[in-house]
């Protein structure tokens, strides 16, 4: 597919924020994915790194608020941690490959890498690329860290890729240069943008330049109506679900 065309199927849907999670259907689970799928919602998820190189689906570093148990999330191998149950459910912990297993190209998928303390991110990109091959249907890598959409760029580079972005707390001159330095330097496709900065400078430049753009994390109709005025695909959460459906 060429790449304009994978990037419009790839925005072609407003996406789940870590799935459709609500009551005893927990963040970035299967359960969660499930239902995104059924709502005709796209997914967006969080990847992080067992001890052993695999790669999984996981938001925080830390294990408690997700799971009730202490310890960090990279300290453990993959057969432990899909052992583990989410709080609140009976799901367990996916890999990326399960995931990938179950949405089949059904619907976009754009996972968030995560990366910790300045480590390397050739682990954990290396671990998305391998089960990224052979998988067919919209999917995009995004990241804080200017350094995996970078990685993709060389090592991967007909994977979609972009770089997530806030301004909050960090509005300075020193900050914005900072900003455009990494966005320069990430060589993406796309750019996720904190809900809460848009309207932009940069949202506009970005849609000035023909570039793909998405928001974070759209919660509420004012949220959506946001979003779209920017022209951002939204990252879907709680009443900014129903709010979404009702447009619909």
């Known amino acids: 597919m060429h790449r304009r065309d994978a990037?419009?199927?790839?925005?072609?849907?407003?996406?789940?924020?870590?799935?459709?999670?609500?009551?005893?259907?927990?963040?970035?689970s299967l359960a969660a994915f499930r239902a995104a799928i059924a709502a005709g919602l796209g997914i967006e998820c969080d990847i992080r790194k067992s001890s052993d190189g695999r790669a999984v689906v996981f938001h925080d570093a830390e294990m408690e608020r997700l799971t009730g148990q202490p310890g960090t999330f990279g300290a453990l191998p993959v057969g432990e941690l899909t052992a583990i149950t989410l709080s609140g459910s009976d799901e367990k912990i996916p890999t990326l490959r399960d995931t990938l297993d179950l949405v089949?190209?059904?619907?976009?998928?754009?996972?968030e890498i995560k990366s910790d303390d300045h480590r390397p991110v050739d682990a954990i990109c290396r671990a998305v690329r391998r089960d990224l091959e052979g998988y067919v249907g919209p999917v995009g890598v995004m990241s804080?860290?200017?350094?995996?959409?970078?990685?993709?760029a060389s090592h991967d580079p007909d994977?979609?890729?972009?770089l997530v972005v806030t301004e909050q707390n960090s509005r300075t001159l020193v900050a914005g240069i900072k900003r455009r330095m990494a966005i320069a330097g990430a060589r993406t496709d796309f750019l996720a943008l904190d809900i809460r900065d848009l309207p932009s400078s940069l949202s506009r430049r970005q849609l000035a330049k023909g570039e793909a753009?998405?928001?974070?994390?759209?919660?509420?109709a004012a949220h959506l109506e946001t979003a779209q005025e920017s022209g951002a695909v939204p990252i879907l959460e709680a009443a900014g679900v129903a709010a979404w459906e009702e447009g619909a």
């Open 159 to 162: 994977v979609l890729r972009g």
């Open 144 to 152: 804080f860290d200017p350094r995996v959409p970078r990685w993709f």
């Open 213 to 220: 753009l998405f928001s974070w994390t759209v919660k509420t």
């Open 7 to 28: 990037l419009a199927a790839l925005t072609a849907q407003a996406l789940a924020h870590r799935g459709l999670h609500t009551g005893g259907v927990p963040e970035n």
């Open 104 to 111: 089949a190209g059904k619907v976009s998928l754009l996972l």
